[in-house]
């Protein structure tokens, strides 16, 4: 039975499904789930990520890398985790540049947290018997330092939604319409804890699952030291809006068309993110994206590459521009570091 037609016998069954339990349905359904059988990154996929961008950008996370293992006294033993890790390039590039870290490559206990078995396909042929697989970071065994990063997660994970009416919240769920066909509607369901004060029309957009991972990381690095870095679009601040979308070959489409067969994201909330990895005893700081890769020194990366084929210098330049613009990736995307609190990750010195 086709994702569709199953989520219209359930809900006609049970029920409406919150954006959260419809936006899991879609991306991680085992049979039929985007995720679990047709994610494409790249020109020819669905979407492209900062990896596929550049080459700089994985470099400059491989030096951030390198980085935190020296400032945190080079330890014998690290967990080297990419959460998220898509096609391998991220993790590729990393390795390739820690090897310039004498001792990193020998420390390094590298892991990747996959549950796609497309995309399991795809890393293992880039990246061979290096790395290790997990289904999810608890699996990944404690005990040693962690340096984790995890690029474009955030946003993948479910999100529930709700809107200000004349006479309160409500929360938007997925329903049917006269015909059986896939619709938003409201539901007077009560909405979990306080939410804040707006006025009608208003959509306040809520992630247990985002703050559950920031809590996971907070308590994992609070017990064993290391930093996360958190890499994904969205905001730095509270605040209010519908971020559902659904992309297929890199244009928006409808979420209710064809679920399974597109991938859908929310903003990221990374205030919800650090607020809950600070209640579990570890620091965070956050950046911009553009903020960031500067201070990482992708300036003088761009001059070297260019230096090394001037005949690449315009596509180099489109390249940098596509990172770090403010009116690209530069400003909407953020950079969430989550750390132990006895050192800053490289590029946070200053921030609180």
């Known amino acids: 039975m086709p994702l569709r037609d199953r989520l219209v016998a359930q809900i006609a069954a049970g029920g409406p499904l919150s954006v959260a339990q419809y936006m899991s349905a879609c991306l991680h359904d085992p049979d039929f789930g985007y995720y679990a059988t047709r994610p494409a990154i790249g020109e020819a996929g669905d979407f492209i990520t900062a990896p596929v961008v550049s080459q700089m950008f994985g470099e400059l996370i491989g030096v951030w890398a390198a980085a935190s293992w020296e400032l945190m006294g080079q330890p014998d033993e690290v967990r080297l985790v990419e959460m998220g890790p898509g096609d391998g390039t991220l993790m590729s590039d990393i390795l390739k540049t820690i090897r310039h870290a004498p001792g990193l490559t020998e420390a390094a206990d590298v892991w990747l947290v996959e549950t796609s078995a497309p995309l399991r396909a795809l890393q293992a042929e880039r990246l061979g018997e290096r790395v290790q697989w997990a289904a999810s970071l608890a699996e990944v065994p404690d005990g040693a330092p962690l340096i984790l990063v995890a690029n474009e997660l955030l946003d993948c994970l479910p999100a529930r939604q709700f809107v200000r009416t004349t006479i309160g919240w409500a929360e938007q769920v997925v329903g049917l319409d006269a015909d059986g066909e896939l619709m938003f509607g409201l539901a007077s369901t009560p909405a979990p804890g306080l939410l804040p004060d707006a006025a009608p029309g208003q959509v306040f957009e809520q992630s247990p699952a985002q703050a559950a991972l920031g809590a996971e990381l907070g308590a994992r690095i609070a017990a064993d030291g290391g930093a996360a870095l958190l890499i994904d679009y969205g905001r730095d601040a509270p605040g209010f809006g519908d971020t559902l979308q659904a992309l297929r070959r890199h244009h928006k489409v409808d979420p209710l068309e064809r679920p399974g067969e597109a991938d859908l994201t929310v903003h990221a909330d990374f205030p919800a993110v650090m607020a809950a990895a600070r209640a579990e005893g570890a620091e965070a700081a956050i950046l911009t994206q553009g903020e960031f890769l500067a201070r990482m020194g992708i300036g003088s990366r761009a001059e070297v590459l260019v230096a090394a084929a001037p005949n690449r210098t ?32 490289p590029a946070f010195e200053t921030e609180a």
Not at 318 to 338: H, N, P, S, W, Y
């Open 314 to 345: 315009d596509v180099i330049g489109r390249q940098l521009t596509r990172l770090i613009a403010a009116d690209e990736m530069g400003e909407l995307f953020k950079v969430c570091a989550i750390h132990s609190d006895d050192w800053t990750p």
